[in-house]
């Protein structure tokens, strides 16, 4: 099943990945299926990211469990 993950490009969003983990951020980058081994992807900025830790992640759409726009 397609999450259209193009239409949160821009987007305040809250996704739930594979693990259960939450993840708060602006989606900044899509890139399609067809540019990236037959899936969709997105990158989104961390909402609160500290120095130590990652300031964006990568998410191929197998990876999201849920996504919704804040």
């Known amino acids: 099943m397609s ?3 193009w239409n949160y490009l821009r987007s305040t969003v809250q996704v ?3 693990d259960g983990e939450i993840i ?3 989606v900044t980058d899509f890139v399609d299926e067809m540019d ?3 899936q ?3 990158t989104i900025l961390i909402d609160g990211s ?3 830790g990652p ?3 990568s998410l191929y759409e197998s990876e999201i469990s849920s996504i ?3």
């Open 3 to 5: 999450k259209q993950l």
């Open 36 to 38: 990236n081994d037959e």
């Open 24 to 26: 708060k951020g602006l």
């Open 16 to 18: 739930v990945n594979s």
């Open 50 to 52: 500290s120095l130590d």
């Open 68 to 70: 919704k726009e804040l």
């Open 40 to 42: 969709d992807e997105i």
């Open 55 to 57: 300031t964006e992640v």
